[in-house]
């Protein structure tokens, strides 16, 4: 089945640990997407890729960092520079102007 | 800037009709509908471009104003697994939109029977 896939469901993180979050599709989009949800917040963007090898910042980029070596995986690492980190992580893939698909999410809390 | 979203909330009996705006300061290029259930990923329901083209895959129905730069969601006879959190997503820019949609915070939708 095609689908999009996030790991793992939960995650804890100590202070000043960098944590990465993995994400993974099989739908063949060339785009991916990470988002954070807060309670009461909406989705905000904090990464953006287009194509492999590259990646543009969205609008809460700070503290995070991704790599996008193949077309499939877009990982996200939370790094200690991010203060504030517990929240709802949703990984989302599309074909250029199309529907987002998203992934499970991850949640991650510090601990 | 993120889209505004009306009502925050509605409660409604089963087979009653709602409708759910989406606001923007900002000329709109397409917008997207999603409806996410609690803990749980949001699921898609409906592109609107501008121009007018609508895509979608249930029985919702949208509109997509470019003058007022608003779209509007319409559930008619709501079913009670029409509850949930629904979201507009906006996109600004023509040409590829892969950049990314910018959210409204969600209208919270609880339908009793």
């Known amino acids: 089945d095609g689908g999009i896939t996030q790991s793992p469901k939960y995650l804890f993180r100590k202070e000043g640990q960098n944590v990465t979050l993995s994400c993974e599709q099989n739908?063949?989009?060339?785009?991916m997407y990470w988002y954070r949800q807060d309670p009461g917040q909406g989705l905000r963007l904090i990464y953006y890729?287009?194509?492999?090898?590259?990646?543009q910042k969205g609008d809460i980029a700070e503290g995070y960092s991704v790599s996008r070596e193949k077309k499939e995986s877009f990982p996200l690492t939370v790094t200690s520079a991010q203060k504030n980190p517990t929240a709802f992580y949703l990984c989302?893939?599309?074909?250029?102007?199309?529907?987002?698909?998203f992934g499970q999410g991850t949640r991650l809390t510090v601990v | 800037q993120q889209p505004v979203q009306s009502p925050q909330a509605v409660i409604l009996r089963e087979g009653e009709d709602a409708v759910i705006n989406c606001s923007s300061s900002?000329?709109?290029?397409?917008v997207h509908w999603y409806r996410q259930k609690h803990g749980e990923a949001p699921v898609f329901l409906m592109i609107l471009l501008k121009g007018g083209e609508q895509k979608g895959h249930e029985k919702i129905s949208a509109s997509f104003n470019e003058k007022k730069q608003q779209s509007s969601l319409y559930l008619t006879a709501s079913q009670l697994s029409y509850s949930g959190t629904y979201f507009c997503?906006?996109?600004?820019?023509?040409?590829?939109?892969?950049?990314?949609?910018?959210f409204g915070k969600g209208t919270h939708l609880i339908i009793q029977p």
């Open positions: 997503g906006t996109n600004w820019q023509s040409g590829g939109g892969a950049d990314g949609l910018t």
């Open positions: 739908l063949n989009h060339d785009a």
């Open positions: 989302a893939s599309s074909v250029p102007a199309g529907a987002a698909f």
């Open positions: 890729s287009q194509i492999v090898n590259d990646f």
């Open positions: 900002k000329a709109l290029y397409s």
